[in-house]
């Protein structure tokens, strides 16, 4: 480790930004063939209503399967698609993809289910994506209101004007908007207020926390209670034991995500997972 101002240090940190920067590019390259190879599938994860145990909906979760590297999360790619300007395109691919999926689900009898989009800040400020989630309604004809946008609190804090304009864009055409990873970006409260916001999703990291750590357990559960007397609906992700879902329902907090109640699903074969997972009264297993 180098440490210090030493002499070797200097060279230590540019032959790593050297790698860095090598294996930047060499991603970069994989992922301008990934589109076209239609290397990307998406996952849905279930959200569960922890009063009634029903489903609530889904959230879409990008995935690319490289022939070279393998299953890659979005954590290691995603901001590499931003830098290289490709999260616009491999954007509409995801929500094409959910759209059809919103289909799937319709035809199944899913009628309420809703289904979460996550978009990144380019895609917020395409001033093209109102018209291409219109057209796609129409095509469709489904309800806008079937769709929850997730945009992360990061995303938020720059250009806060014109990031509330583009919000209230997707706002009067009926979608549903979130706030993903609350608590670990640094939006004010103020700026909540003006957004035209329905759920807040508060970050994992406080649920897995949430039963060790009283600050964590009071993080969430301050929150829940804020987001509630504000109106919004309150979801928590990362929900991994059945002592935090315990927990979070008597705190009332309105929906849980995580690998309690299921891992993302391959989009090819989750209506029959859903069905799989669901009793005859519509309750999660
Ligand atoms: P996110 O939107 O906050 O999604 C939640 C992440 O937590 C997902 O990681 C999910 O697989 C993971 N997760 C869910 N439940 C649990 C749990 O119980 N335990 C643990 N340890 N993890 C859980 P994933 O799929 O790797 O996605 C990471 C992030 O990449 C997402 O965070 C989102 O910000 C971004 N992302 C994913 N798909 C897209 C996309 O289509 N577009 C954009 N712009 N971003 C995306
Ligand atoms: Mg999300
Ligand atoms: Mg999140
Ligand atoms: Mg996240």
């Not at 489903?55 to 022939?67: D, M, N, V």
């Not at 609190?153 to 864009?169: C, D, P, V």
């Not at 964590?216 to 879902?245: H, N, P, W, Y």
């Amino acid at each position: 480790q180098a440490k210090g101002k030493g002499g070797n240090s200097l060279h230590f940190y540019s032959q790593q930004m050297f790698d860095d920067f090598q294996n930047r590019l060499a991603l970069e390259s994989d992922l301008k063939l990934a589109l076209a190879q239609q290397q990307f599938t998406l996952h849905l994860q279930p959200k569960i209503n922890l009063a009634n145990r029903k489903l609530q909906g889904l959230e879409a979760l990008l995935r690319w399967h490289s022939p070279a590297r393998g299953m890659v999360s979005p954590d290691e790619f995603i901001a590499v698609l931003e830098l290289a300007h490709l999260m616009i395109p491999v954007g509409y691919w995801v929500i094409e993809q959910s759209f059809r999926i919103m289909v799937q689900l319709q035809a199944a009898g899913f009628k309420d289910a809703t289904l979460a989009i996550n978009l990144s800040a380019a895609q917020l400020n395409d001033t093209k994506l109102p018209t291409f989630l219109d057209g796609l309604l129409q095509q469709h004809q489904l309800s806008a209101a079937l769709f929850e946008l997730e945009l992360t609190e990061s995303m938020l804090a720059n250009n806060i004007n014109e990031t509330i304009k583009s919000m209230q864009r997707l706002k009067s055409r009926g979608f549903r908007l979130a706030i993903d990873d609350f608590g670990t970006g640094y939006s004010s409260l103020s700026y909540l207020r003006q957004m035209p916001v329905d759920t807040i999703k508060i970050d994992k990291s406080f649920v897995f926390g949430m039963l060790d750590n009283q600050a964590d357990f009071d993080i969430i559960t301050s929150t829940i209670a804020m987001v509630r007397k504000l109106g919004l609906e309150v979801v928590a992700e990362g929900v991994e034991t059945q002592a935090q879902c315990k927990t979070l329902t008597q705190h009332q907090c309105d929906i849980g995500q995580g690998y309690l109640f299921s891992r993302p699903i391959p989009s090819d074969t989750l209506i029959e997972q859903l069905q799989a997972n669901l009793h005859d009264n519509g309750q999660w297993r």
